[in-house]
């Protein structure tokens, strides 16, 4: 390939700014330019919640200091892309300003799902995504708000209510299901969250949907109402029911877009040096029985952008993901999850074993498949090594040989209470087999570690 | 804030102004008798003389009574000093003991009185402050609005404590004799632990002891459900009571030699200053038995535990620099600097220090051996150089001092050249590490933010290395403070323990990556 080529990544989030470097530490030539216009610099978009809270200041949120980029050589122009013409390979900025390209990386990421409820556009209605969210909800909860409702029950939602909690803002929390994320964790799991949120004096309603957003005269919302038709009385409006690709600008062009910008297994959309990567991506299939089509997890952001600047470099290879990981936190408690733990699972063919402690913050579960090898598991409270279980999942380790190593999967800070010898325990007393119960240490012993 | 809280403010802030407004409390009247009982055999007679316009004067504040004080002793230090008689001229300053013994005040009448009024008032409030502290919130991190905070973020609040204490320090080093009220008022608190009166150190040792403890309460309530900041809290607050303050005290009223015996070289710059060899030597089987020690935790203890448990041991588990750091300092940890630049200054100062540090003690000890031939007098020279510049004004004044300007290691990060020693070993020569969980971080920030030594833990932890710092203290905060359990402080194998091309787990598109 010409190594003078110009590559636009459109989207300076992990998917586009991972893309960036790996291509800038393959190729030393190419030019390279990524556009936002949402902040010059890369920021954690995770980490957002943490500024509004006082935990970081903005700037901390910067994964690089401002100097990495021009030391690096890849161009960052802030602005908003308006369209594309594929034609001429040319951006079109907002500004009225062009940039022409050689090849393309579309990562725009996504947006707040909105589903036309009524009164979802009135002032102190709002989703959380992007910095200028951020400050939309700094500004909207500045004074004035006596309760916050939040729509839906996903990973932003909660932490929305963390963060209207250190406002000491009350929150009154619509959930559709029937448990707290209940389309992602197992019964108990979801409960156990759902208790640690109204242990936060979280006002959780499940089974309770939004019908309709009230304003007041200043177009300001002032109440919602439920569908079983109650009216809540508040002043802020969170919809966190899950985020939709952005690629408005980029619908009914010649770009094949369903949900997201239609991609193979190399990013590859169906106009040639155009790709995408990240959240707004679709995949024609889903990459493994465990995945979906549309990936929208900072991780695989992450692996697209890896895996696309190695295409870009010349490389031959195709996205293949492996073991599922993901991880989160629930107010105070943290989340880990490797391999497959699905809502709900077949019984007759997957064997679950759950363990949670007395309190009811810290929980285990491994599945296993009908010859007891493990498929996957989720921990609550406690922290587990990736590497542990990338391998054992890899190699389809027996349940028994996982939790008689699990002193060695621990990663919780020293000192901590071996949680791993109670699971051992409760294993051996549920499936029998060859499990070895961990022995506490001398340190253990010492400082009384008990669970 | 819960009302006991805010009684605790209130009775913290009563005795901090108690505390500041007793240097101006009481008068100063001074006598032949007291000058000659407080200077030395061969200053006597010229120091009486010299002072004989003051006896019998009654100095209304410890400004008018120092600067009479002052104005007759330069006046002739200064005519001998235009004669160039060197020899003549009274290098010894006698402003603190002349002050501390002319003085009449209701402090020194009533010792235990004002220190209740004021360290006592400070330390309860301080305590009902702490013990309330998050009472009714599940355990968790408690990193709430610290960014938002006027003290913990450069506010105006954080730049009155700081100005506070770089004056205390100031007044404490060098111009001791303004604080003699104090002095008196721990003189009944060192008289029964040592059996002798106090210093200006004791007073200092007695406040810093204090602060570790109130402030370390602090710590069990902010990391409720941390068994290893608990510990390791725990532990700093031991050996600063037991080592630091009470045991050397305990050790003079057994006639023994002051000694802390976790103190190390070269933190402990004057271990092997003439004097205090001196001291050991002629200390019998105790003074032997604290020299071996000394250099037995040089050349054998800080290799060997930090080869097994890395610098931590000493620095956040130990050492009274650190104690406090991770005590009172700790609200300020956020504020290191974490660019790369500041990692490049603070390599060239640190080991800078350090290199002064074995010079000046090589000369001290060759010196020393030669009978003094070698060099005379010029390693006091350097001494008093050492002690001004690093010992004093980065140690003290900007170590504390800056707390809430650069974060509570300044010190620690930049000058401390035991810090540098135990760094070398820990970089090249240990199985400490933090540990990153494959690719499970999402670039928060939280672990470089809340990282009181400024190391970018991120940058590591973002691309699946383990984090092999020098400067790293392993006082566990990045752990603490990751959201997506991340980061593990451990001790293992040192293979593979330094690897420049880590892979991130989890992507099996390919398998080199950095």
Redesign the interface.
Known sequence: MSSNRHVVIIGNG?AGITCAR?LR?LDESLRITVISGESKYFF?R??LM?VF?????FE????Y?NWFWEKNRIELKEAWVKSIDFTAKTLLFKSGENLSYDELVIATGSKPNKFGWPGEDLQGVQGLYSKQDLELMEKNTQSGVERAVIVGGGLIGIEMAEMLA?KKIPVTFLVREAGFWNNILPKEESELVSR?MR??HIDLRLKEELDEIISDPNARVKAIRTKSGEEIQCQFVGLTAGVTPNIDFLRNTELEVNRGVKVDFGFQTNIPNVYSIGDCAEFHEAPAADRKQVEQV??TG??HG??LG?ILAG?E???????W?N???F??I?Y?TYGTVPAQWDSENVKSFYWEHAGG?VAFRMLMDKQNKIIGVNNFGF?????FF?QAIKEKWDGAKVISQLDKAN???????PYYIEIQKAFKDQFGGNVKVSKKSFIQKL?G?SV | MKMIQIVGIGLFLIGLAVFTVMPFLGDYTLTEEQVLANTKDIHQEKMAEILTPMYGDTYSSNFSFLSAYNENFNEYNEALKAESKWDEVIWDDYSFPLAQSSLSSSVRDNPWLFFGLSIGLAVLGGLMYNLPKYQDE????K???????SMKNRGWMGMITGAYLILFYIILYWFPAYIVNQVWMVTPLSMILSGNPASQWFLYGTIYTLAIIVMGVRMFRKYRG???QQ?RTASVMFFQTAFAFLIPEILVLLNQPYFDFKNIWPLDYDFFYDYQIDTFLSSGGVGLFMLIWGILLIVIGVPTFTYFFGKRWYCSWVCGCGGLAETLGDPYRQLSDK??KAWKYERVIIHSVLVLAVLMTALTIANYFSGFALLGNVTNQLHSFYGFAIGSVFAGVVGTGFYPFMGNRVWCRFGCPLAAYLGLVQRFKSRFRI?T????C?????C??HCEMGIDV??YA?RGQEIVRSSCVGC?VC???C???VL??ENGSTENRINEMPI???????KI??
């Open positions: 992990i790996q530490k954690s995770t980490a943490y809270m006082g935990h970081m200041k901390h949120t910067q994964p200091e250190y640690h242990e936060h900072w991780y992450r692996m890896e895996t190695y490389k290879v195709t996205y293949q993901p492996g073991i990981f991880s989160a936190k107010l105070d943290e880990q913050k922290r587990l090594r990736h590497e990338d990663f919780d800070p020293e000192f901590f209470a400082f570690a | 599940p355990a968790g991190v990193n709430n609005g610290i960014f938002h905070s941390n068994k290893y510990l660019s790369l540990t969980n494959g690719g499970q999402i670039s928060c920030g939280n470089s933010t991120r940058w973002q566990g752990s603490s403070v959201p997506r359990g593990k402080l991130i787990i989890g992507n099996d598109s390919i990556n950095a």
